[in-house]
């Protein structure tokens, strides 16, 4: 794995990962004269290899990566668009869940659910960034492994639970929302009483594909309508996509349409 003090240094002076060249004014993180695949929308094995060491590295220090000035981490997530515009095979889950924690503010859709998480306090994987802070001394430890992203508000007293999926809605999705909020509720609710949760919400965001309407009624309806009736109101659902004109990632609702498929259903 690339160090992260090297990766901070070739990052902040617009240099090479991997060869310490000048990169271009197009290029992003790792030089296009030495990544010739990447840049035309795909890549090499060997080229995938490194590629997997960069996110590993910002993967281990996510933290450090989120605190960046804002030129820093324009330049990575421009690093990201690259892979997303890429060879669909090699973009692993990972690569979904850190592009959503770092670049929670930027991203576009529904932009109501964005602004009322404060991408600063998003928990990544459930770690513990403030040991002084009651949420994450008491509580956060006994639900660390519940969902890729935690949100607690504290003046509001509720806590998200954000599972990402790279993957259309599917059993392992249903079954894993459902435990994360059920282990976390009985937690809440019998173990940990120094917080007062009021308010409990799980969140999964998957990759949804658009396609004919019977594709889609098998693929998203029938897989919904195995959530308990009081979970689907509960839950809010939303698709990521890449969104060409605003360079980033977007949230789609996919509750409207859910509403939709039913009634035609």
Not at 25 to 46: A, G, H, P, R
Not at 168 to 196: F, G
Request: glycine share 0%.
């Amino acid at each position: 794995m690339i160090e992260y003090e090297l990766f901070y240094e070739r990052l902040n002076n617009k240099r090479c990962l991997k060869s310490n060249r000048i990169l271009n004014k197009d290029d992003f993180l790792i030089s296009s004269k030495e990544f010739v695949n990447l840049y035309q929308t795909t890549y090499s094995e060997s080229e995938y290899k490194f590629i997997k060491n960069i996110i590993s590295c910002i993967h281990a220090n996510n933290r450090n990566i989120l605190l960046l000035n804002e030129l820093l981490l324009n330049r990575i997530q421009s690093f990201f668009n690259l892979l997303l515009k890429s060879d669909k095979q090699y973009i692993k889950e990972r690569v979904i869940h850190l592009y959503i924690f770092l670049f929670w503010n930027k991203l576009t859709g529904d932009t109501e659910f964005i602004n009322k998480i404060k991408k600063e306090e998003l928990l990544y994987e459930g770690q513990v960034i403030d040991n002084t802070d009651k949420f994450q001394q008491n509580l956060l430890p006994k639900i660390a492994n519940n969902c890729d992203l935690i949100y607690y508000n504290h003046k509001e007293s509720t806590l998200e639970l954000i599972e990402i999926k790279n993957v259309d809605l599917d059993d392992r999705a249903i079954a894993q929302i459902q435990r994360y909020y059920r282990n976390t509720n009985y937690i809440c609710e019998t173990i940990d009483h120094q917080l007062s949760i009021l308010y409990l919400k799980p969140t999964l965001i998957i990759k949804h594909e658009n396609l004919t309407q019977n594709q889609t009624k098998t693929s998203l309806l029938e897989h919904w309508q195995t959530f308990p009736t009081y979970f689907k109101e509960l839950l809010n659902i939303y698709s990521f996509e890449f969104c060409y004109t605003k360079e980033t990632l977007k949230l789609i609702n996919l509750k409207p349409k859910l509403k939709s498929l039913l009634k035609n259903n």
